[in-house]
C-alpha cells in the first residue's frame, strides 16, 4: 500500500502545555522587541563600555515617565496582537487546541511507557531516594488540518495499546467537537479523516452550488464529482 506522503505535526508528551508555550513565547517576544524599539535611541546612545556593574551611576536606565509609558504601549501591543491573530488566525489557534488536547488524551489515559532511573549523587556514601520518570515510548500520532478537515493519523504496532488507538472515533468526536466522516486502514498506520466546526461552517441552501466540477456542501467543504470514480 502507498505510505503517507503528509503526515502533519507529531503529537508529543511535550505539547500538553503547548497553548500556554505558544502564547508566551510569542507575546514575550513581541514584548521586547516593542521595548527595545521605543527605547532604542537611548540603548544606542549609552556608552556600554563604562558599564561595569548594575550600579545607578553607570546604567543610566531609570523608570522615567517615558519607560512607564513604552511599558504600557509595549503591553497594549501584545494584547492586541493576541486579538487580531485570534480573530484573524482562529484555524491555527483551534489547531493549537487540538494538538494539546491530543497529547493530554494519551498522558491522562497512560497510552505511553516510562522508566524510573534512580537520581545520582556526588556522595556515595549518603542514600539517594530522587527518582527521575522518562518517558521512553509514546505512540506515533500525526495532526494536521487541511481544507477543512482534520487528518489523525496514529501508528499501529499490535503492542499493548493496539486496541486503544484502533477505536479513538467517539474520543476524537467528543473532544474535538468534530464528525468523522472516515476511518482508514493503512500499512501499519490508521488515518481518521473529521468534520471540523460543522455547525460554524454550514450553509443555506440558496448558497449550495456547483461550479468547476465542484459542488460546495459547507463554507470549507467542496465535492469534487469530476473526480469521483463511477461505478
Not at 522587541?33 to 549609552?46: D, P
Request: aromatic share 14%.
Amino acid at each position: 500500500m502507498q505510505r503517507f506522503k503528509k503526515k502533519g505535526n507529531r503529537i508529543r508528551a511535550s505539547d500538553k502545555s503547548l497553548v500556554f508555550r505558544f502564547a508566551t513565547g510569542s507575546l514575550l517576544l513581541l514584548f521586547f522587541m516593542a521595548m527595545i524599539l521605543l527605547n532604542l535611541k537611548a540603548i544606542i546612545t549609552t556608552d556600554w563600555n563604562s558599564v561595569t556593574h548594575f550600579s545607578d551611576a553607570n546604567l543610566q536606565f531609570h523608570l522615567t515617565p517615558y519607560r512607564i509609558v513604552t511599558l504600557i504601549i509595549s503591553a497594549f501591543t501584545c494584547l492586541a496582537a493576541a486579538l487580531l491573530y485570534y480573530r484573524f488566525r482562529y484555524d491555527k489557534v483551534k489547531q493549537l487546541f487540538h494538538r494539546q488536547k491530543l497529547a493530554r488524551m494519551i498522558l491522562e489515559n497512560g497510552w505511553y511507557e516510562t522508566d524510573t532511573s534512580q537520581g545520582g549523587s556526588i556522595f556515595k556514601d549518603l542514600p539517594s531516594d530522587g527518582k527521575k520518570e522518562r518517558i521512553f515510548y509514546f505512540p506515533k500520532m500525526y495532526y494536521r488540518m487541511e481544507k477543512g478537515l482534520l487528518h489523525i493519523q496514529t501508528e499501529i504496532t499490535l503492542g499493548k495499546y493496539h486496541d486503544q488507538l484502533l477505536h479513538l472515533e467517539k474520543k476524537l468526536e467528543t473532544g474535538l467537537y468534530c464528525e468523522l466522516i472516515s476511518k482508514e486502514i493503512h500499512e501499519s498506520y490508521v488515518e481518521y479523516i473529521l468534520l471540523y466546526d460543522t455547525i460554524a461552517n454550514r450553509i443555506t441552501i440558496n448558497e449550495v452550488r456547483a461550479e468547476k466540477g465542484k459542488l460546495r456542501l459547507m463554507k470549507n467543504v467542496w465535492w469534487e464529482y469530476d473526480n469521483s470514480p463511477t461505478c
